[in-house]
């Protein structure tokens, strides 16, 4: 459904599984830092609504323009 409201358990690139647990006040992603090129690639509907897996995080660091021309303009 393109109205669908986001899932916040899905990545906004991989739609995987992110599985966040900073509600927990526990995160694998507490340890990171997410670049801020990768956070301005987060479709407008999703930003501050679901969070950006691990490996997509991993794969933006190790290849930011490859991953921005899979995943931008979706």
Known sequence: MA???PDPAR????AGSNACAADSGSCWCFALTVPQ???ALVPEAQ???ACICERCIQSFV???PGFAARFSRR
Do not use: Q, Y
């Open 3 to 5: 109205n669908a409201p």
């Open 11 to 14: 990545c906004p690139f991989c």
């Open 37 to 39: 090129g990768l956070l």
């Open 47 to 49: 930003r501050s609504r």
């Open 62 to 64: 190790a290849d930011p």
